[in-house]
């Protein structure tokens, strides 16, 4: 989940996934709450680049969303996206900043895990490659494990984004191990970014990782909108994550 090196220059930049306010227009149907809209406003209120998980079921944001959201957004696109044939001719067509390559299960209520590039690196590197020669910035959402890691590096994407589910559930010593893995990823050269279950108490501790340089945040931002604003909401997320970038220098 990769923003440009163009826009502003942040210690750490937000990505806003705005997937859930295409949840809630769904269920109902109609057009209303407005997934475009939504990432208008969180740019507005300082994120840095809006994310979206076109799944196979179409289950929250849509092709058409996305057509909107790389012509009306003045802000990084990055979409997400399985490692399909349709998915990567999509992206072909559609051009965003970045596409985040991760797993997919239809029967899955979000993403469980990160990808296994190491036992489908034959599959995922031609795929990469076709995605990074078009120029988009191609990223892998990998488990904080050292064989994922080396092997995201040697087919060539640009991007690691770890998953922080397990640490965000609390399982003991997942700190430790995402601490290590930003640690070998940017020797490795790749840019390190982190993301999943990330929360106002929570994000702390992976904010101040000198390696990460971006936090990519939806449903608890969309779901603590309800109540406070999605301005407010970003808001205060940034400030957490300045916060502790700022105490970790």
Known sequence: ?????????????????????????????????????????????????????????????????????????????????????????????????ACCIVPERRAEVTTEGGLDVAGQAAALAPRVRALREAGIRVSLFVDPDPAQIAASAEIGAAVVELHTGAYAEGRVGEYERLRRAAAQADAAGLEVHA????????????????????????????????FDGLAATIGRMRACMDAARNGAD
């Open 1 to 97: 989940m990769t923003l440009s090196p163009a826009f502003p220059v942040r210690a750490l930049r937000l990505g806003v996934n705005i997937d859930h306010v295409a949840t809630v227009r769904n269920a109902r149907g109609g057009t209303h709450p407005d997934p475009v809209a939504a990432a208008m406003a969180a740019v507005a209120a300082g994120a840095d680049g809006i994310t979206a998980h076109l799944r196979e079921d179409r289950r929250h944001i849509r092709d058409a969303d996305l057509a909107r959201l790389r012509a009306e957004i003045a802000a990084p696109l990055n979409m997400e996206m399985a490692a399909t044939d349709e998915m990567v001719a999509i992206a072909l067509d559609l051009r965003p900043h």
């Open 195 to 226: 993301g999943h279950g990330l929360t106002y108490g929570n994000v702390g501790p992976i904010a101040a990782l000198p390696q990460v340089v971006e936090l990519n945040i939806g449903h608890f931002l969309i779901g603590q909108a309800i």
